[in-house]
């Protein structure tokens, strides 16, 4: 069983930066993949970037050079940077887990990300 506790979130004003957290428990930490998803108010979620457990990042073009995402496998922790925050940033944050060798999903509670002036 895998276990994602998100932080971080919060209000912050156009151009600022935040970092998320998502800490795993669970086994294998190092050899799973990790996905940030978002959800903007009263639409889908959508895809933000992922880390391999192999450390190579993929970002959607919408976050492409703002956002950066890290992780620190002794702590059991991945990070999304966020920069140059955009009103159409404000999401609730999500981190997704899927482990390769069985294609299991685990989903954290998710975290407000709200960018006004």
């Known amino acids: 069983q895998v276990q994602l506790v998100e932080s971080g979130g919060g209000p912050v004003q156009p151009g600022g930066s935040l970092r998320l957290s998502c800490a795993v428990s669970g086994p294998s930490f190092s050899s799973v993949n990790i996905n940030w998803f978002r959800q903007p108010p009263g639409k889908e979620r959508d895809f933000v970037g992922s880390?391999?457990?192999?450390?190579?990042?993929y970002y959607a073009n919408s976050v492409k050079g703002r956002f950066t995402i890290s992780r620190d496998n002794a702590k059991s922790t991945v990070y999304l940077q966020m920069n140059s925050l955009k009103p159409e940033d404000t999401a609730v944050y999500y981190c997704?887990?899927?482990?390769?060798?069985?294609?299991?999903?685990?989903w954290g509670q998710g975290t407000q990300v709200t960018v006004s002036s």
């Open positions: 880390i391999t457990y192999y450390r190579v990042t």
């Open positions: 997704n887990a899927v482990v390769p060798s069985s294609g299991y999903s685990y």
